[in-house]
């Protein structure tokens, strides 16, 4: 049997091919492509799609809740007085009407509405350096299982792994209000274990894809698929206020919870972890899988690890994707507390506001895949240009915006502008280095990620901390100190990225040449 290494381009000697080898965009005969309409791998997508949205909604809820959990007379003196707080709508007094007299030996009926308050629940007194822990524990169960979960995924499968580790989350998150009665202690290890669960999903999900994504529609289905993250965030947020506000706090957990196990269910009936062992996949489809990923995927039983923690363009992967996240986190787990202390919403108003930015960011997510893909299939852009073009527009873009929003005061317009216009830009790395790891190694991309995403969840850890340790007096100038690093350091990241990104299989990816190399 020929072995695929010999028709591919010459090595540079570290291991790296020169060229930007990609099946689908060579010479060779391109295989007939299945109809998109109702096929398994978009069907797997939607579902995808779904698990990350219930997946960021488990993640994100506790960032609204927390301004409901904490008693107001323990943070009040961390409200900023620099901005006004706004002012509600005056209510238009009705016209008078003249009261008609009652009729003679009639009865008359009052009717009383009484408005009804929201239940209440309990409050505890947490200092901001505690919430800050509180909301940063999370990242430490995160961490550990991000290299596991990759190994484990390439192995046997993302289906159980990605599955599990959602209705694990699910079913911690129904237990927050008990833990939170038990104690910071208590609360903080309960994060941590939602996010060992949490820690398996991408790099489970990167695993399935390299079986499941034909390498010219990799953009769409899986900015399609990680878009939902960006939704949970976008419908998460507001809900989470809403039910703060009508109800409390602890329906909050509950809510979602719930709903995370329901989307577990779906996720075991109807999905599988390679097209070989669909039931309901066509023929067709599956040809047009196989065939497309024929050339890109290694027979190797064992992970190169030493080849792999040699190569430049994963290193290139990890500083790309901790520098996005030190912004992307920064403003994930503070913008509810950015509006409400210095720009001074109620919970209502916001959870609704802190989910705008990140509805930009979904949308452009879904369109930046469509375009990565149209440029490499019709105008025959190499994947490494497309990367490096989206990963540029992704990070220096909201970098720009991110140190503009600390500069305009208390414009409450413009500050939730330029916030959404710095998170929706952020969109664009969706179809740059997010998916680069199934570019160079697709057999191996759930390792891969498990590595970078490893890296990339450092600043979720340590970011919080320090950005509630730079705003002492939490004022206006203090939080432009914060938002000054994050985009330096997403600036560094896009440039580095740009200098040694790759856009090829390297030769480690492929059959035994990663033990020689």
Same mark, same amino acid.
């Given at each position: 049997?020929?072995?695929?290494?010999?028709?591919?381009?010459?090595?540079?000697?570290?291991?790296?091919?020169?060229?930007?080898?990609?099946?689908?965009?060579?010479?060779?005969?391109q295989?007939?492509?299945?109809?998109?309409?109702?096929?398994?791998r978009?069907?797997?997508?939607?579902?995808?799609?779904?698990?990350?949205?219930?997946?960021?909604?488990?993640?994100?809820?506790?960032?609204?809740?927390?301004?409901?959990?904490?008693?107001?007379?323990?943070?009040?003196?961390?409200?900023?007085?620099?901005?006004?707080?706004?002012?509600?709508?005056?209510?238009?007094?009705?016209?008078?009407?003249?009261?008609?007299?009652?009729?003679?030996?009639?009865?008359?009926?009052?009717?009383?509405?009484?408005?009804?308050e929201?239940?209440?629940?309990?409050?505890?007194?947490?200092?901001?350096?505690?919430?800050?822990?509180?909301?940063?524990?999370?990242?430490?169960?995160?961490?550990?299982?991000?290299?596991?979960?990759?190994?484990?995924?390439?192995?046997?499968?993302?289906?159980?792994?990605?599955?599990?580790?959602?209705?694990?989350?699910?079913?911690?998150?129904?237990?927050?209000?008990?833990?939170?009665?038990?104690?910071?202690?208590?609360?903080?290890?309960?994060?941590?274990?939602?996010?060992?669960?949490?820690?398996?999903?991408?790099?489970?999900?990167?695993?399935?894809?390299?079986?499941?994504?034909p390498?010219?529609?990799?953009?769409?289905?899986?900015?399609?698929?990680?878009?939902?993250?960006?939704?949970?965030?976008?419908?998460?947020?507001?809900?989470?206020?809403?039910?703060?506000?009508?109800?409390?706090?602890?329906?909050?957990?509950?809510?979602?919870g719930?709903?995370?196990?329901?989307?577990?269910?779906?996720?075991?009936?109807?999905?599988?972890?390679?097209?070989?062992?669909?039931?309901?996949?066509?023929?067709?489809?599956?040809?047009?899988?196989?065939?497309?990923?024929?050339?890109?995927l290694?027979?190797?039983? %064992?992970?190169?690890?030493?080849?792999?923690?040699? =190569?430049?363009? +994963?290193?290139?992967?990890?500083? !790309?994707? $901790? /520098?996005? @996240?030190?912004?992307?986190?920064?403003?994930?787990?503070?913008?509810?507390?950015?509006?409400?202390?210095?720009?001074?919403?109620?919970?209502?108003?916001?959870?609704?506001?802190?989910?705008?930015?990140?509805?930009?960011?979904?949308?452009?997510?879904?369109?930046?895949?469509?375009?990565?893909?149209?440029?490499?299939?019709k105008?025959?852009?190499?994947?490494?240009?497309?990367?490096?073009?989206?990963?540029?527009?992704?990070?220096?873009?909201?970098?720009?915006?991110?140190?503009?929003?600390?500069?305009?005061?208390?414009?409450? %317009?413009?500050?939730?502008?330029?916030?959404?216009? =710095?998170?929706? +830009?952020?969109?664009?790395?969706? !179809?740059? $280095? /997010?998916? @680069?790891?199934?570019?160079?190694?697709?057999?191996?991309a759930?390792?891969?990620?498990?590595i970078?995403?490893?890296?990339?969840?450092?600043?979720?850890?340590?970011?919080?901390?320090?950005?509630?340790?730079?705003?002492?007096?939490?004022?206006?100038?203090?939080?432009?100190?914060v938002?000054?690093?994050?985009?330096?350091?997403?600036?560094?990241?896009?440039?580095?990225?740009?200098?040694?990104?790759?856009?090829?299989?390297?030769?480690?990816?492929?059959?035994?040449?990663?033990?020689?190399?």
């Amino acid at each position: 049997m020929t072995s695929p290494v010999r028709d591919l381009p010459p090595s540079d000697g570290e291991g790296d091919k020169v060229s930007d080898y990609t099946p689908l965009l060579q010479d060779a005969p391109q295989p007939e492509v299945a109809p998109v309409c109702c096929s398994v791998r978009y069907n797997l997508a939607i579902l995808a799609f779904f698990g990350f949205f219930v997946l960021y909604a488990l993640r994100v809820n506790l960032s609204v809740a927390l301004v409901d959990m904490v008693d107001s007379n323990t943070t009040s003196d961390r409200t900023s007085k620099e901005c006004a707080e706004p002012s509600p709508p005056t209510p238009v007094p009705p016209s008078p009407v003249p009261p008609s007299p009652a009729p003679p030996n009639r009865t008359i009926h009052l009717v009383l509405v009484v408005s009804r308050e929201p239940m209440r629940s309990k409050r505890y007194q947490w200092n901001a350096e505690t919430q800050g822990w509180i909301l940063g524990s999370f990242f430490y169960g995160y961490i550990i299982t991000q290299i596991p979960g990759g190994y484990i995924a390439s192995k046997v499968g993302g289906k159980l792994l990605l599955g599990f580790g959602i209705l694990g989350t699910a079913v911690f998150t129904l237990f927050t209000p008990i833990a939170a009665d038990f104690g910071v202690g208590a609360l903080i290890v309960l994060r941590a274990l939602e996010g060992l669960g949490e820690g398996v999903t991408f790099p489970a999900m990167h695993a399935m894809w390299s079986s499941w994504a034909p390498p010219l529609e990799r953009s769409k289905l899986l900015t399609i698929s990680y878009a939902g993250a960006q939704l949970g965030t976008v419908i998460s947020l507001p809900l989470s206020g809403i039910i703060c506000f009508y109800m409390n706090w602890t329906y909050v957990f509950y809510f979602f919870g719930v709903v995370g196990i329901i989307w577990f269910v779906l996720w075991i009936c109807l999905v599988s972890d390679t097209p070989e062992t669909h039931k309901r996949i066509s023929h067709q489809e599956k040809e047009y899988i196989r065939s497309s990923l024929k050339n890109q995927l290694s027979s190797q039983k %064992s992970v190169p690890w030493i080849p792999i923690l040699k =190569s430049l363009p +994963l290193w290139a992967i990890v500083v !790309a994707h $901790f /520098s996005y @996240n030190w912004s992307f986190y920064t403003l994930l787990t503070l913008l509810p507390t950015y509006m409400k202390e210095i720009l001074r919403f109620n919970v209502q108003a916001n959870g609704i506001l802190s989910a705008v930015p990140y509805f930009g960011c979904w949308l452009c997510m879904i369109l930046s895949g469509q375009a990565a893909d149209h440029l490499r299939a019709k105008w025959k852009f190499s994947t490494v240009c497309v990367r490096r073009i989206f990963t540029l527009i992704g990070m220096i873009g909201p970098a720009v915006f991110l140190v503009a929003a600390g500069f305009i005061g208390c414009d409450y %317009s413009l500050a939730v502008a330029f916030l959404t216009i =710095s998170t929706t +830009l952020g969109g664009f790395c969706a !179809a740059g $280095f /997010s998916i @680069n790891h199934l570019d160079i190694a697709p057999s191996f991309a759930g390792v891969l990620l498990g590595i970078t995403n490893t890296f990339a969840t450092i600043p979720g850890m340590v970011g919080p901390v320090i950005a509630k340790s730079l705003t002492p007096e939490n004022t206006i100038r203090e939080w432009q100190i914060v938002f000054w690093i994050a985009a330096v350091i997403n600036v560094f990241g896009a440039i580095f990225f740009t200098l040694f990104a790759k856009g090829e299989v390297q030769n480690w990816a492929l059959d035994d040449i990663g033990h020689r190399s």
